[in-house]
């Protein structure tokens, strides 16, 4: 039976960065994943690059900063090898809140478009990636790197022998390794045998098409709703926060809430003509903080749970990971996230 040095369980943007850079690391590596690579949680997503106090938790913000540095070099690396265009903007982020104090940085100036009285404005210099040409360049790239993949194999368990991790066992077969990690996101926690505790947490949203490509240019953020602008003249609105289970189902009087709640922002939005509309699921666990690193069983890692961070995160948590799954002392602590703290 074929064997690999390493196995990744999940082709979200965590497992398949993390997949590359093991293969950097001169290992042989195999990835499985229940559907289609890249096609869950890391699809929906938005893409905002959110690495500032007050809007990243403290705990993630020495991890968020990181990888936000790293990725220019990160895109252009999936671009070389993978020969497909990322929508990477540098445009930068108008937040927008209410307080007692007005504070206006120049909204109007900033966007002709958006209808920002009674706000709080502040700019932030802040990118933005399209996940889905993210995904699709690292599946490309890892294909090209040689890093075999197992699609439509729903892992069941880890695989132990003389106590050590020894590959996984999926509802059609079995695959052999010595190393083995689990980035399965929302269903990590149905793995055996460590049961993480991680769960859906249901985000709904839509993509319209913008009456004037250039209608809106920056990432627009409130409380209630966001606006990302795509380089196409796409815009995604989002986005909902939902404990509904693996439920992935659109709801249209939601959908409309968040178009509504778009258009009183950029009023013009009205004309924007409904794309698409779907429900991702993102990984959360019960302090909202990734689980990174070993687990008690020699061989077998973790690295899912990053809620809402996904996409930001995926340069940083490769590096640390492959650090520690080659036996290196990771450039950043990463104690804080680890799965001992749910031992309790």
């Not at 809140?97 to 002709?112: D, I, K, N, Y």
């Not at 926690?189 to 004037?212: N, S």
Request: with cysteine; hydrophobic share 40%.
């Amino acid at each position: 039976m074929k064997s690999w040095d390493a196995i990744v369980i999940g082709a979200g943007i965590i497992g398949l960065t993390l997949a590359i850079e093991l293969n950097k690391l001169g290992l042989r590596v195999l990835v499985a994943e229940k559907g289609e690579p890249g096609r869950e949680s890391s699809w929906a997503a938005g893409g905002m690059l959110v690495d500032c106090p007050g809007e990243t938790s403290p705990e993630l913000l020495d991890l968020a900063t990181a990888s936000a540095r790293m990725y220019p070099e990160f895109v252009h690396e999936l671009q070389d090898e993978s020969r497909l265009k990322i929508d990477l903007r540098s445009v930068g982020t108008i937040v927008l809140a209410h307080t007692e104090t007005e504070l206006h940085l120049g909204p109007v100036e900033f966007e002709p478009a958006l209808h920002a009285d009674g706000w709080t404005a502040l700019y932030l210099q802040e990118r933005c990636v399209d996940p889905r040409h993210l995904t699709a360049a690292a599946v490309a790239a890892a294909r090209h790197r040689g890093i075999d993949f197992s699609s439509g194999d729903h892992v069941l368990s880890l695989e132990v022998a003389d106590g050590k991790a020894s590959g996984i066992r999926t509802n059609k077969t079995k695959f052999a390794a010595g190393t083995v990690v689990n980035c399965a996101g929302a269903w990590a926690g149905q793995i055996g045998p460590h049961l993480f505790p991680t769960r859906p947490v249901k985000g709904q949203m839509l993509c319209v098409a913008m009456p004037e490509q250039e209608m809106v240019r920056h990432v627009i953020r409130t409380p209630d709703v966001y606006l990302i602008p795509r380089s196409d003249g796409r815009m995604l609105i989002g986005a909902t926060v939902e404990e509904a289970g693996f439920d992935k189902q659109t709801v249209p009087e939601t959908i409309l809430k968040l178009r509504e709640k778009a258009i009183d922002l950029v009023p013009r939005l009205a004309k924007a003509k409904i794309l698409e509309a779907w429900a991702g699921l993102r990984p959360g666990t019960p302090d909202k903080l990734p689980i990174l690193g070993l687990t008690s069983t020699p061989g077998y890692f973790v690295a899912t749970g990053h809620f809402r961070d996904g996409i930001l995160l995926a340069p940083i948590t490769a590096r640390l990971m492959g650090q520690i799954m080659t036996g290196q002392t990771p450039q950043l602590d990463v104690a804080r996230f680890s799965y001992a703290r749910f031992s309790n």
